[in-house]
């Protein structure tokens, strides 16, 4: 019953808070009531009331009717510091699962300004801001990645309840952009194709990747991660160590390398290579079942790689 | 919870702003000032330390107790309060509680629920404080420390705002102003129904004031205080200065050397709190009284006086009491019959016997001294002898009387020959009594002085007086007074010039202003503040059911308490549904203010009705070139308008123009045709 109504609930709220990257707060969607502290002051009021009445005491009737008055007019004023307030999301961010997944967010006041805003999402820790009346601010609300694949919030739930917290208006936005989340990394077992030799298949594989590259020139176009600075230092000479006249494919990490093994494990396995690699500083490629990436290095290389790995058989929620 | 974690909590108490912590502090210490001086000192002195001990802790000096530490104070403090209390349940001690209970929170103000719980003990405690004092004054006091409430609040809500705080008193400002006509409003037509149940009275304690018993020498403690008892207004002309006496008990029965009542006061229920001070003009013969809170059931009235309000009544002795006691200012209204009621039946033995009743042995010289006038002279003569006595020989009238332990009646006619009213009629009625004429002493006030542009009168303390009243055959109780005839100027102008030559008045008050009649200044001001406090209290404080009904009555369509009950809800209603329009009308106006901010969203609606996608982040020129791909005849007038939007958004120096928004709306409009003149030559293509 209660799951039922909740339900109701929820489709409403999503009737009507369609999925945007940006939403101005507004009469249309802004929700108001009062907090627990607001009841309490509910039944303050009723006890000073009676106070009042029983002891005939006008003074009591007054300060009755001032504080009324003041929560009539926060429910105007909690109302107020949300309305007008426009939020964008700027940039969903990327990471690993189990880490915070940054949301940049900008919020942008209308004529009055907006204080103690609060931003919070289940997985995520509550932001809480203020904006100038005519200014903007960029809030970076970090959401648990839960699973691999794309992470969009059902809802961002804004909040404030400013000034006296009696009251708390909250709206919602709905991104419709979405974060990646990478596979949590796992170390990968021995298993992988190139380790066979039972050394420590990193060694190897340093050891093969540094005999097997072909020094060369530096020419215009090659990225400075390959270029090799020690030389450089030594004598001056650009030299870039180059893998494409390498034997083979020296280093691609491949999904079928671990046979037997759950999809979502050899992804994380995958991942973790990758960021090995990365961190080595070693050209690498990927292939995954409907997907190749030729090798490669540099800091957009190994994105492309972890979002290939993060989105595999995923699809973009629309 | 665990020790250790506890522990850990006391170690960083600093998870509430200082700020707002510093603001609840004063709220605190500012609602304790209304109650100075009926808290027991050692009650303020701990709420001081434990509050310091609180703001120390904040700022990292000192650790907050742990658990036990904390109990232990608990316990020990609720211990001292309940032996303090001694069982009376007052309202005085409730209010008390909530100190204490407000001081052994600042221990434990951790979080923002302990922020809150504080917030409605404090504002609960500035409306009880409401309860004991209701002068302007402290009625700002009470309500500035709402006000350092509610900004202590904003500060928790918002403790990192810049410039928190007078934002936060601005707002509230702001909202007190707008609030102020709602306020007033309710105020005048919120139903003034009456007390639902009787409540316990505001304070236990003994207020200083008349007592129920006399002992020679206690009224003159009374002289020193120029605390105000009773303010009067007149219906008609104000009775002479040597005629106003007020009359409040009477004691009829002597004690060894102390005056009581016979059959001392009847414990009685306790009645609800009844308002009804009578309403209207007052008549030529009505006078109406505005009484401080005395916490008695007596009410002080002229002789010759019937009840004209419904919140007071007559008892024997022509005294008139309250139902309850008077633990609030209290107005009544009164009318003078005209003439003193002359009885129409003599005193019957057991009468006789009580008003005769003397002890029996002590003071034989006064005893002589009764005998031998009774012996020579009828009652008339015997009074009239006495009072001679008292003018001809050298009486006086002092304030600072000697103290006479025994035989007090012998010493004061004979020896010392010194005293206060007090000492006075407590002999003359003895030696009344002894020479066989029934009397009684009659406690109250005389006199009385004009406030400012003589609307009414002011009576103070020191005006507390005793007198005697004698049974004379055929004439009924007849005031005889003492103090008349040794000190005619007590009578005739007031204690002041009585004791003008002595120089005691008011010698051990030197702060009230009543002490120094010679300095113009402070006597205007004080006369001035006690009129403002005097239409405060008559106009708002006193603005109860009759009152209520009495200015409804004045209005057309004579409004009950029923109507007066739909009128308030319908106004509230009405208020919160025109407070909901006007933010709904305003909140929509504010988005169409911007003209090319409408442009723009029109434009936007325009392409996407010409089947161009239209995402978020799309600049105009991204628009116009996908609308011009899809719709070439509308491109050029597209690219025009996209460069208009740009040029006002983006380029500083183009001043914005009505002429200029008018363009583009053309610019649109020619946009909107060459697209619908497209859309039909399609449709009429074959």
Known sequence: ?318 | MSRRDDRQRGRQPSRLPSQGLLWLMAAFIVLLLPQWDRLPAWLIAVCLVLAGWRWRAQRGRVRLPGRLPRMGIMALLIAVYIASVSGRFTVDTAASFFVLAVGLKWLETRNHRDFYVLFFILAYLASVNFLFRQEILWALVNFLALGLLLVALQVVNAPDLPDGLASGWRRLGGLFLKGLPFVILVFVFFPRMGPLWTVPLVSGHARSGLSDTLRPGDISHLAQSSERVFRVTFGGAVPAYRDRYWRGLVLDYLDGETWRQTGGAPVEPLARVATDGGVGPLAATEYEVLLEPTDRRWAFALAGSEAASGNLFEVEEDLFRFPRPADSPVRYRLRLTGLPKVPGTPLDATQRHRYLQLPEQGNPRARALAASLAGRLADTDVVAELLTRFRQQPYFYTLRPPAMPENGVDALLFDQRRGFCAHYAGATTFVLRAAGIPARIVMGYQGGEAGVDDEYLIVRQYDAHAWVEAWLDGRGWVRVDPTAAIAPARIESGLRDAVAEEGSFLESNPFSPQRYRDIALLQWASLQLDRINYQWQRWVVGYQGQSQMDLMSRLPGGLGLRELGYLTAGGVGVGLLALGLVSYVRSPREARRDGHRRLLEAWQALCRRAGVEVRPGDTPDDLAKRLARTRPEAGDTARRFARMINSHYYNPSAPASSSDLRRMRRTLSIIRRQLRGHRTGTGNAP
Request: proline letters at 6%.
């Open chain 1, 1 to 318: 019953m209660i799951s039922f109504f909740s339900r109701q609930w929820q489709d409403w709220v999503h009737r009507r808070i369609p999925r945007a990257d940006t939403r101005r707060f507004n009469q249309k969607n802004i929700f108001i009531l009062p907090t627990g502290a607001g009841v309490v002051f509910g039944v303050l009021l009723v006890v000073m009331l009676l106070t009042a009445i029983n002891y005939q005491n006008s003074l009591i009737y007054l300060t009755t009717f001032l504080l009324g008055t003041v929560f009539v007019g926060a429910i105007h004023q909690t109302h107020q510091n949300l309305s007008g307030l426009v939020l964008t999301l700027v940039q969903a961010g990327e990471g690993f699962v189990g880490e915070g997944i940054a949301f940049r967010l900008r919020a942008a006041a209308g004529k009055r300004g907006a204080v103690a805003i609060r931003l919070s999402c289940p997985g995520a820790a509550e932001v809480c801001f203020h904006v100038v009346p005519g200014q903007s601010e960029d809030v970076t609300l970090a959401v648990r990645g839960q699973a691999r694949g794309y992470l969009r919030p059902e809802r961002i739930r804004v909040e404030t309840r400013f000034p006296f917290g009696l009251l708390k208006a909250w709206s919602w936005i709905r991104p419709l952009s979405s974060a990646v989340c990478y596979p949590r990394p796992r170390p990968a077992p021995e298993a992988l194709a190139t380790g066979e030799d039972g050394d420590d298949p990193q060694l190897v594989r340093d050891r093969q990747g540094t005999e097997q590259a072909e020094l060369r020139p530096w020419r215009e176009g090659d990225l400075s991660a390959r270029v090799l600075w020690k030389r450089v230092a030594r004598d001056g000479q650009m030299v870039v160590a180059d893998w494409r006249g390498g034997a083979g494919q020296p280093d691609r990490l491949d999904f079928d390398a671990f046979p037997g093994v759950d999809h979502e494990r050899r992804l994380s396995y995958l991942s973790a290579l990758v960021l090995a690699r990365a961190s080595q500083g070693v050209p690498f490629g990927l292939n995954l079942p409907g997907e190749r990436i030729e090798p490669d290095l540099g800091a957009v290389h190994v994105r492309r790689c972890l979002r290939a790995l993060a989105v595999w058989r995923c699809d973009e929620p629309a």
